[in-house]
C-alpha cells in the first residue's frame, strides 16, 4: 500500500468509526455487516472526492473491513491455507511460514499502537490479559489457532506475536500416509496400540506436528469413551461426543487465582475419565500424568518437547523431580517404564516436511537403565538436487511385546508388518 493510500484509510477509517454505530454491528451476521462497513465506506469516499482509482479504493475498503471486523493486515494472511505460522516482529515486519520455510510478507501494522490494539482483541476474546506486569501470554483464535505475544519490556523491539494455524480441514492418517509423514504399516500399527488402551508419548520439536499427530491419533479412540483434555491453550480437535476440554488459567493482576496443567490433571482424576488426553506436559504435571497412567487411567496420551524417545523420558524425569518429591532414581524410572507403553518421536526434516522418524516400544528395566526397542525408524540417505530429504521409514525386524496384547483385545495386527521384508520395502519410501 503507497504513502497515499495510507493516508485516505487513515482518513477514511477515522470518519467511519465516527458515524458507525459499534454496537449495531455486533448485533447483524458477518456477512450483513461487512456489507454495511463497504456500503457507508464508499459513501464517504465520494463525499471527500477522493483521488483515487476504483482498485485502490477496492484495496482500501478490504483493509478497514479488516480492520472493523477481523485482525486488520493478519487477515490476508488467515485467509490463506497454505500458511501454517504467522510471526509477526514488530508491527512493520510480519513472517510466514508456507510448506516449511520461511518468507517475508508485504502485510504491516500502522503504527506499534495499532499491533497493540489488535493484541487487545485476540487475547481479550478468550479472557487473557496482557500488559507490562503480565508481558506474556498464551491465547487463541476462533478456528483454534494458537497465538503467543510477548511484549515491552520483555521483547526489545516492540510487540512479537506467533500464531501457529491450524487447517480448516482435519487431517487423518490417510492424509499423513500421502504426505509421507508415515508408511502404510505404521499407521495400522499406531491405530492398533490407540484401540489397545497402550499409553503414548508423542515426542518432537516445535512445530515438528506433535498436536497434529495427537488430534489423528485420539480419532482412533473408540466414540463410547469418556476422554478429558488438558491443555495450556485449547488446540485439540476432537470429534468424539463424550470429552471434556479443561484449559489452564494464568494469575489475575494480584498474582492469584492461577490453575495450572497439574491441578487440572489431579482434577481430572475425580471426573471418571476413560482416557486423558494432556496436549504437553512442561513440569510438575508430568507426575500426575505417570500416576494416572499407572493407576488404571490407560490409553492416555500426551506430547512433550524432546529431540529423540530417549530425550523424552529424560525430560519426563527432569519435570518429575522438579516437583521436589525425593524419588530414587531407579523407582523413579521404574514408574515412567511402567506407565508410557510406546514413544513417537516426531521430526521437521531440513526441507520443512514433517516425519515419524521413529517408533519405539518401553520394554522395562535393565538395572537403573529403561529399555527401548525401536520398531520402525526413518532411515536417512541424502539430498536431492531439490534439496528435499531423501529416505525411508523401515522396520527393525523387532515384534513388540505389546503384540501379544494386541491379539488378547481381539486386534488383529499381522505380524508381517514388523518384518524387514513387508510390502517388499520395508517401509513407504519419502518422495
Not at 520483555?154 to 508408511?183: C, W
Request: hydrophobic share 40%; aromatic share 4%.
Amino acid at each position: 500500500m503507497t504513502a497515499q493510500e495510507m493516508d485516505w484509510k487513515q482518513r477514511i477509517n477515522e470518519r467511519l468509526l465516527s458515524v458507525l454505530d459499534l454496537s449495531l454491528i455486533d448485533t447483524i451476521d458477518t456477512d450483513s455487516a461487512r456489507e454495511e462497513i463497504r456500503s457507508i465506506v464508499d459513501k464517504l469516499f465520494t463525499e471527500e472526492s477522493a483521488p483515487l482509482s476504483r482498485r485502490q479504493r477496492q484495496l482500501i475498503i478490504e483493509c478497514i473491513e479488516n480492520e472493523v471486523m477481523g485482525l486488520g493486515p493478519l487477515e490476508p494472511l488467515l485467509a490463506d491455507a497454505t500458511i501454517s505460522d504467522i510471526l509477526v516482529n514488530g508491527y512493520d515486519t510480519i513472517y510466514i511460514e508456507r510448506r516449511g520455510k520461511l518468507e517475508l510478507t508485504d502485510a504491516r501494522f500502522t503504527d506499534p499502537s495499532h499491533l497493540v490494539n489488535t493484541i487487545d482483541r485476540i487475547v481479550s476474546a478468550v479472557g487473557r490479559r496482557i500488559d507490562e506486569s503480565s508481558p506474556m501470554v498464551d491465547a487463541r483464535l476462533a478456528d483454534g489457532s494458537r497465538v503467543n505475544v510477548i511484549i515491552p519490556p520483555l521483547a526489545l523491539d516492540g510487540a512479537v506475536m506467533s500464531i501457529r494455524r491450524f487447517g480448516a480441514e482435519l487431517l487423518s492418517m490417510d492424509s499423513l500416509i500421502e504426505l509421507g509423514t508415515v508408511s502404510a504399516e505404521v499407521a495400522e500399527v499406531l491405530m492398533a496400540i490407540v484401540k489397545a488402551r497402550l499409553n503414548i508419548l508423542v515426542s518432537g520439536s516445535t512445530g515438528s506436528g506433535k498436536t497434529t499427530m495427537l488430534n489423528i491419533l485420539s480419532g482412533y479412540i473408540p466414540h463410547d469413551e469418556r476422554i478429558i483434555t488438558i491443555e495450556d491453550s485449547a488446540e485439540l480437535q476432537l470429534q468424539q461426543p463424550h470429552v471434556v476440554r479443561l484449559e489452564t488459567r494464568p494469575p489475575n493482576i494480584e498474582g492469584k487465582g492461577a490453575v495450572t496443567s497439574r491441578d487440572l490433571v489431579r482434577n481430572s482424576l475425580r471426573m471418571r475419565p476413560e482416557r486423558i488426553i494432556v496436549g504437553e506436559v512442561r513440569g510438575e504435571e508430568a507426575f500426575d500424568m505417570l500416576q494416572a497412567m499407572n493407576t488404571g487411567h490407560d490409553g492416555s496420551l500426551t506430547t512433550v518437547h524432546a529431540n529423540s524417545p530417549r530425550d523424552a523420558l529424560g525430560r519426563i524425569e527432569n519435570m518429575v523431580q522438579m516437583t521436589g518429591i525425593n524419588f530414587p532414581i531407579k523407582a523413579l524410572r521404574s514408574q515412567i517404564a511402567s506407565a508410557i507403553d510406546v514413544v513417537i518421536q516426531i521430526a521437521r526434516l531440513d526441507d520443512g516436511r514433517r516425519k515419524l522418524v521413529s517408533l519405539q516400544e518401553i520394554s522395562g528395566m535393565e538395572g537403573d537403565v529403561i529399555t527401548m526397542s525401536e520398531l520402525f525408524k526413518f532411515e536417512r540417505e541424502g539430498m536431492d538436487e531439490n534439496n528435499n530429504v531423501i529416505g525411508k521409514l523401515v522396520t527393525t525386524g523387532i515384534v513388540p511385546a505389546f503384540h501379544k496384547n494386541l491379539a488378547h483385545r481381539g486386534i488383529d495386527l499381522p505380524i508381517e508388518v514388523f518384518e524387514p521384508d513387508w510390502s517388499g520395502s520395508g517401509g513407504q519410501a519419502n518422495d
